[in-house]
């Protein structure tokens, strides 16, 4: 009834809020056990990698940063290798795959015709723009939600995704059935993310507890020390397609829309190409395909969410 319970609050969120993708960086550390129920199609993912478009020279030549990427030979990528349906490493075949490892491997392939051609750099929720003010990456894509804070410090592409935020509880949790039920709780979220001042607007009487990673913040959970976890759907869906007898999804989707972009230098014109980019991915049908491989089958939803806007 539980993973009922989680397909049927995903469908929801699909079809009211353009589906939901967010923010996360796990730990290296973490044990990654994935069951073979929601594995990745790692043939279908690969595939459709390998067939993405390639720039012309004079789209390229179009843009400062992108000429930069393509004249060093490989894009610097700020990313994770732990996020369940999003960028996770295959240690048996060394390989990145997940909806935003799709993403900046088709934009590798976009400039520099090879789809390996990547680093990455792990990144987690407080250090995103740091690797981008430093010069250390290139991008960042990281279901990374767009605020104004951010775009003082860094610019972003996109959004191409959204996301809100949900309420995660130890399995057979009767006492909270929503957001509304965390008033007296004590409740982990994410440090550097937008889950504090969603907290603060949203459950202002909770006793609000913050961890640097999302592993830190379940473990908690598991461990009794709070009594909830709120932040990111689509995060907390990771944790329930891996653990579904763990964990239960507390009521709806609540907050405002997050837009997640791709980060870039502050004032960078490679806002534009990138921009550019997810337009002909969305137009041609490999930014579905895509969702349909990372998410979709894995999760048994059937028809992929609209695109957001781009821009």
Same mark, same amino acid.
């Given at each position: 009834?539980?993973?009922?319970?989680?397909?049927?609050?995903?469908?929801?969120?699909?079809?009211?809020?353009?589906?939901?993708?967010?923010a996360?960086?796990?730990?290296?550390?973490?044990?990654?056990?994935?069951?073979?129920?929601?594995?990745?199609?790692?043939?279908?993912?690969?595939?459709?990698?390998?067939?993405?478009?390639?720039?012309?020279?004079?789209? !390229?030549?179009?843009?400062?940063?992108?000429?930069?990427?393509?004249?060093?030979?490989?894009?610097?990528?700020?990313?994770? @290798?732990?996020?369940?349906?999003?960028?996770?490493?295959? #240690?048996?075949?060394?390989?990145?795959?997940?909806?935003?490892?799709g993403l900046?491997?088709?934009?590798?392939?976009y400039?520099?015709?090879?789809?390996?051609?990547?680093?990455?750099?792990?990144?987690?929720?407080?250090?995103r723009?740091?690797?981008?003010?430093?010069?250390?990456?290139?991008?960042?894509?990281?279901?990374?939600?767009?605020?104004?804070? @951010?775009?003082?410090? !860094?610019?972003?592409?996109?959004?191409?995704?959204?996301?809100?935020?949900?309420?995660?509880?130890?399995?057979?949790?009767?006492? !909270?059935?929503?957001? #509304?039920?965390?008033?007296?709780k004590?409740?982990?979220?994410?440090a550097?993310?937008?889950?504090?001042?969603?907290?603060a607007?949203?459950?202002?009487?909770?006793?609000?507890?913050?961890?640097?990673?999302?592993?830190?913040?379940?473990?908690?959970?598991?461990?009794? @020390?709070v009594?909830?976890?709120?932040?990111?759907?689509?995060?907390?869906?990771?944790?329930?397609v891996?653990?579904?007898?763990?964990?239960?999804?507390?009521?709806?989707?609540?907050?405002?829309?997050?837009?997640?972009?791709i980060?870039?230098?502050?004032?960078?014109?490679?806002?534009?190409?990138?921009?550019?980019?997810?337009? #002909?991915?969305?137009?041609?049908?490999?930014?579905?395909?895509?969702?349909?491989?990372?998410?979709?089958?894995?999760t048994?939803?059937?028809?992929?969410?609209?695109?957001?806007?781009?821009?």
């Open positions: 009834m539980r993973m009922k319970k989680m397909i049927a609050l995903l469908l929801a969120a699909a079809l009211t809020a353009s589906f939901s993708v967010s996360f960086a796990e730990e290296e550390t973490e044990a990654q056990t994935e069951d073979l129920s929601v594995a990745i199609d790692k043939d279908a993912f690969d595939e459709l990698i390998a067939s993405g478009v390639v720039a012309d020279d004079e789209t !390229i030549a179009s843009s400062e940063w992108a000429t930069a990427v393509k004249e060093a030979g490989v894009l610097r990528v700020g990313g994770t @290798r732990t996020s369940f349906l999003f960028s996770q490493l295959d #240690e048996t075949d060394d390989s990145l795959r997940g909806f935003d490892a900046y491997q088709l934009l590798a392939r400039i520099l015709g090879d789809e390996t051609a990547y680093e990455l750099t792990q990144v987690d929720s407080s250090t723009e740091a690797v981008l003010q430093s010069d250390q990456v290139d991008v960042v894509v990281a279901t990374y939600s767009i605020t104004e804070a @951010r775009q003082e410090v !860094i610019s972003f592409a996109g959004p191409y995704y959204t996301s809100q935020q949900a309420v995660l509880v130890a399995a057979g949790n009767t006492e !909270i059935t929503g957001v #509304e039920d965390l008033a007296g004590t409740v982990a979220t994410q550097g993310s937008t889950g504090p001042e969603i907290l607007e949203y459950a202002p009487d909770a006793t609000v507890q913050e961890f640097e990673t999302d592993t830190e913040a379940r473990t908690a959970l598991e461990q009794g @020390r009594d909830a976890y709120v932040t990111d759907y689509t995060l907390l869906l990771n944790a329930i891996k653990n579904p007898d763990a964990y239960e999804i507390a009521g709806d989707v609540f907050g405002p829309e997050d837009n997640y972009g980060g870039l230098p502050l004032d960078s014109d490679g806002v534009d190409f990138v921009n550019a980019f997810l337009q #002909e991915i969305v137009d041609n049908g490999t930014w579905e395909s895509l969702w349909q491989i990372s998410l979709g089958d894995r048994g939803i059937e028809t992929a969410p609209e695109a957001p806007a781009i821009g």
